[in-house]
């Protein structure tokens, strides 16, 4: 049995049963409670875990605009044996909180030799979604994925959305949970099963291919699968890898098709220069340097901060034509 | 020192401006050909009217995303601003900034903001440049009661009373940070009082008057000058829409909490002041503000490859 439905349903869903399951489980951000949340993820999550009238409810707390200090209280409580999940407005606004979030949920373990965990979910909307300019359309992915002790989530499709946002809440680590605002809208399905988990740090194939990889992950999953359909029609045999997971890495279903293929093109949204697709491919590269018949692409966001005119803003996003020409150059 | 203060006839005339103005972005907003997130100041218009007012040419201003109106108010073009928020080639910015994103060098507009608190800083920092480089020049600083949360203030406050520094921090208390009200994301609720805990000097302020803010901010930008420091003004006031396009500024707040603060409006109000005039006022800047929207369409967007350039200066 499966249930279909939009990739932020399932989001909602997902935390409200381990919510439901786990009274440690608890959610905290702006404007989530009575408002249900800029982009709605916690519609109608007040009325279940708390009251409407209530000024504040512990359980769906709504914060002040105060990013670094409601992240740090999260942490605290994190540290203390519970298991928050922060929400940020947008993963740019995460920026006011790098400091507790790099400096302190990323190293406590390490630095109390594992004494002190820190089991907390940072979630929000990454990467430009309509002309929000320079600001607010950070991607934050590899800015995250360069941090040793957090793990960072990048779920392309709505059964991921479900099951990895279970496996993200059940994780003893700081989880970053990155969510494309364009990906809110994709429909899919579900298992009808409260206890389904995608397991952190396994990358899947959404679509097998003999002649080239496309790696990618979150929304540039989807933009491949539409790159994939374009080429084949050129005859073109695209394997569509869906990385999910950035840290940890699963670089062994990436080498296998890398291996298949012998040729690939990685994908991301994030600023081109020093993104996390960069190093994708050098580690691409570096170990599967005999397998490749040519050498592997990068398709990234232009490497400026985002402008606001909507011709210019659809230059810094890559399409699935600047996809396709990636493609034809190797191939 | 300071300005004459503007007459009603010129008050109304800055704020009928902003509010065809606001009312030409919105209808763009909802037929589409404007994206992206649009906050409005409406029913707040004699905050930056009376504000602005008080400040010379030179003074230095910076503000939130809802802050197009101290922009215009200071006395940056209206073309201008019109083409960078439809994102024209010929707009302030050459339409890379954006609606959030407002400068003028030349009236001191360091920058409306996309960034809950950040102009607060920025603000600060001009306040010191022109304190080292003996300019005189005021720093004025707009934000919201929501921002009063956020450390950034708080870090700059200090030392803003420590260092002097000729800046005026002009809180819009209109009560709510998005859908939140002050009661539920403030532990004391009463601004002045938290700011005066840092010993910044503080003034409270009718914000639907733009008599009173026009006077506050001028006695509060002598006092900077003559280097008394930096002083909290909180005005009082309300957005009678909502908090950006996408919110119908109903599900939070009630109907007759809304229409009491529209009663109130500060344009309703010079209106009835002024009389027959006002039509006529009111008739020129709708066509005034028509013209600029007319002409920004009609201007090219941006050139492809300006999406590669100023990155660095
Ligand atoms: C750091 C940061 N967090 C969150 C937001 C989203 N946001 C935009 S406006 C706003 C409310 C601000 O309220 P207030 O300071 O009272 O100003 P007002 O909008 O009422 O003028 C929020 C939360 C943001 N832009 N920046
Ligand atoms: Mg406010």
Redesign the pocket.
């Known amino acids: 049995m499966s249930l279909e439905m939009t990739y932020r349903e399932a989001l909602a869903k997902s935390i409200e049963e381990e919510m439901q399951k786990n009274p440690e489980v608890f959610i905290m951000g702006?404007?989530i409670g009575r408002y249900q949340g800029t982009f709605k993820v916690t519609r109608g999550f007040v009325e279940k875990f708390g009251s409407r009238s209530a000024n504040y409810n512990y359980r769906i707390l709504d914060t002040p605009?105060t990013?670094c200090g409601f992240t740090g209280i999260g942490i605290g409580a994190a540290m203390a044996g519970l298991r928050p999940i922060v929400e940020f407005?947008t993963m740019s606004?995460s920026i006011?909180a790098l400091d507790q979030i790099i400096n302190h949920a990323a190293k406590v373990h390490y630095m109390t030799n594992g004494e002190v965990k820190c089991p907390i979910v940072f979630r929000g909307p990454g990467g430009a979604a309509k002309q929000l300019s320079a600001q607010h359309s950070h991607s934050m992915d590899g800015w995250y994925a360069h941090v040793p002790g957090l793990k960072v989530l990048c779920p392309a499709t709505v059964a991921d959305a479900y099951g990895m946002m279970k496996s993200a809440i059940a994780d003893d680590n700081p989880v970053i949970f990155y969510e494309n605002p364009g990906l809110y809208t994709v429909k899919g399905e579900i298992p009808d099963d409260i206890n389904y988990t995608v397991p952190i740090g396994k990358a899947q194939i959404l679509r097998e291919g003999k002649d080239i990889s496309l790696v990618g992950y979150s929304r540039m999953t989807q933009v491949h699968l539409a790159a994939a359909e374009l080429l084949a029609k050129d005859g073109i045999d695209c394997e569509v890898v869906d990385v999910r997971s950035l840290l940890p890495l699963d670089t062994e279903t990436i080498y296998n098709s890398v291996r298949k293929t012998h040729r690939a093109v990685v994908t991301y949204e994030d600023w081109r220069s020093g993104g996390f697709g960069a190093e994708i491919v050098s580690r691409i590269q570096e170990d599967c340097f005999d397998d490749l018949d040519a050498p592997v692409v990068r398709v990234g966001g232009l490497n400026v901060p985002m402008p606001y005119a909507r011709n210019l803003e659809l230059l810094c996003i890559p399409s699935e034509e600047d996809v396709v020409a990636a493609v034809h150059k190797i191939r | 020192m300071g300005h004459v203060r503007p007459t009603d006839e010129q008050f109304f005339r800055t704020m009928i401006r902003l509010r065809h103005v606001e009312k030409a972005l919105s209808d763009l907003s909802a037929s589409g050909q404007l994206r992206g997130s649009l906050?409005l100041c409406e029913g707040q218009e004699a905050c930056p009217a009376g504000a602005c007012a008080a400040l010379e040419k030179e003074d230095y201003l910076t503000a939130?995303?809802?802050g197009h109106g101290y922009v215009l108010a200071k006395g940056t073009s209206l073309d201008k601003l019109i083409a960078e928020v439809l994102g024209r080639s010929t707009g302030l910015c050459k339409g890379k900034g954006g609606k959030m994103h407002l400068f003028d060098q030349e009236f001191g507009v360091l920058g409306t903001n996309?960034?809950?608190?950040a102009g607060v800083g920025t603000a600060c920092g001009a306040a010191l440049a022109s304190k080292l480089d003996g300019t005189n020049r005021v720093a004025m600083t707009v934000?919201?009661?929501?921002?009063n949360n956020q450390g950034h203030l708080m870090e700059c406050w200090n030392m803003a009373v420590l260092y002097k520094l000729p800046v005026i921090f002009f809180c819009?208390n209109?009560l709510?940070?998005?859908m939140t009200p002050l009661s539920r994301s403030h532990g004391n609720i009463n601004l002045s009082e938290r700011a005066r805990g840092f010993g910044l000097h503080t003034e409270s302020v009718n914000g639907n008057d733009p008599h009173a803010v026009f006077e506050v901010v001028s006695k509060t930008a002598d006092r900077a000058r003559q280097g008394q420091g930096p002083t909290f003004i909180e005005a009082m006031t309300y957005?009678t829409t909502g908090?950006y396009q996408a919110d119908s500024g109903t599900a939070y707040r009630t109907k007759e909490e809304v229409e009491d603060w529209r009663s109130r409006s500060p344009i309703l109000l010079l209106k009835q002041r002024i009389g027959a005039i006002a039509e006529e006022i009111e008739a020129e800047e709708l066509a005034i503000v028509q013209a600029s929207v007319t002409k920004a369409l009609s201007e090219p967007t941006p050139n492809p490859n300006q999406a590669m350039t100023e990155v660095f200066a």
């Open positions: 702006e404007d605009i990013e407005m606004f006011l | 906050h939130t995303y809802r996309g960034i809950v608190g934000f919201g009661d929501g921002a819009e209109n709510y940070s998005e957005r908090h």
